[in-house]
Nanobody, 123 residues
């Protein structure tokens, strides 16, 4: 089974930067869109940024100009560079990807999620 493993969360002061990384591993045939979502306490999970296989990106209005999503197709990774962080960016961040997998000799597309990494922006 394919797994997504995130890293890079932590505590940072307002105005600071963090870089999140996510690596996919397992019986991967190909990976389609990759994305970062976040969920703050008491709120619904929301899309932060996404990137297609060809590199086209999309951002939530709240992070445009501050966050940058990128991917490495050869390494099956996606990253999120977060600059000028605000207290309202505090949330658990989740990596997401649509993955074509080989399971039991048959291929199928699965929507996979990472376990989440905490980002806390506080002075």
């Amino acid at each position: 089974q394919v797994q997504l493993v995130e890293s890079g969360g932590g505590l940072v002061q307002p105005g600071g930067s963090l870089r999140l990384s996510c690596a996919a591993s397992g019986s991967i045939v190909d990976i389609g869109d990759m994305a970062w979502y976040r969920q703050a306490p008491g709120k619904q999970r929301e899309l932060v940024a996404s990137v297609t296989r060809s590199g086209r990106t999309n951002y939530a209005d709240s992070v445009k100009g501050r966050f940058t999503i990128s991917r490495d197709n050869a390494k099956n990774t996606v990253s999120l560079q977060m600059n000028s962080l605000k207290t309202e960016d505090t949330a658990v961040y989740y990596c997401n990807a649509g993955i074509l997998e080989m399971v039991g000799g048959r291929s199928g597309v699965y929507d996979r999620w990472g376990q989440g990494t905490q980002v806390t922006v506080s002075s």
